[in-house]
């Protein structure tokens, strides 16, 4: 099974700094890694997919890049509503696998 | 709009079998996949299974020998069906549609609870 690490496991920011999540994946995937944000009590959300690829209704604010095994999913600024938790999966290989996930927390 | 809706009992006794439904609307179960994924509480996701736009399932290895899925297409329904529950299976149970492995939208989700 491919193995998804992501980190840090909690990233403490203030509104407005724009930060960068990571996830690497345990094999070479290409670019076949995707991202989603998980606010408390909700349904995951598709943010990005294949690596850089924007998802109709997702602010600009987020952007991702990578290949192979090193992902980075990027928030630009960072909006209050944007507190939450960050998950990468892989569709790589099966089983489809996901990340810990990143949760981002305000300073 | 696309929408998908799980349903099943919120509680399950230890050893016994859960049984979820999925019901969608708004595209095709013969158009697009429909995948389990689900998530012990204050956990992360785990992905269960799918049922393929062609009938095909596929299952994780880790619950394989336990689950199930199956569908109905003129009830735009997607069976998920697990035994031999224990209390780790606890958590909430998510249905998504499937779009070239990427799950694009969600289901609210269905709470179970797995204890005597």
């Known amino acids: 099974d491919i193995v998804l690490t992501q980190s840090p496991a909690t990233l403490s920011v203030t509104p407005g700094e724009s930060v960068s999540l990571s996830c690497r994946a345990s094999?070479?995937?290409?670019?076949?890694i995707h991202w989603y944000q998980q606010k408390s009590n909700e349904s995951p959300r598709l943010l990005i997919k294949?690596?850089?690829q924007s998802i109709s209704g997702i602010p600009s604010r987020f952007s991702g890049s990578g290949s192979g095994t090193d992902f980075t999913l990027s928030i630009n600024r960072v909006e209050s509503e944007d507190f939450s938790v960050y998950y990468c999966q892989q569709s790589y290989s099966l089983p489809l696998t996901f990340g810990s996930g990143t949760k981002l927390e305000i300073k | 709009q696309v929408q998908l809706t799980e349903s099943g009992p919120g509680l399950v006794h230890p050893s016994e079998t859960l049984s979820l439904t999925c019901t969608v609307s708004g595209f095709s179960l013969t158009g697009y996949s429909v995948y389990w994924v689900r998530q012990p509480s204050g956990k992360g996701l785990e992905w269960m299974g799918r049922m393929r736009y062609n009938g095909d399932t596929s299952y994780n290895s880790a619950l394989k020998s336990r689950l199930s899925i199956s569908r109905d297409t003129s009830k735009n329904q997607v069976f998920l069906k697990m035994n031999s529950l224990q209390t780790d299976d606890t958590g909430t149970y998510y249905c998504t549609r499937g779009r070239g492995s990427t799950f694009d939208y969600w289901g609210q989700g269905v709470m179970v609870t797995v204890s005597s």
């Open positions: 094999q070479g995937i290409s670019t076949s």
């Open positions: 294949y690596a850089s």
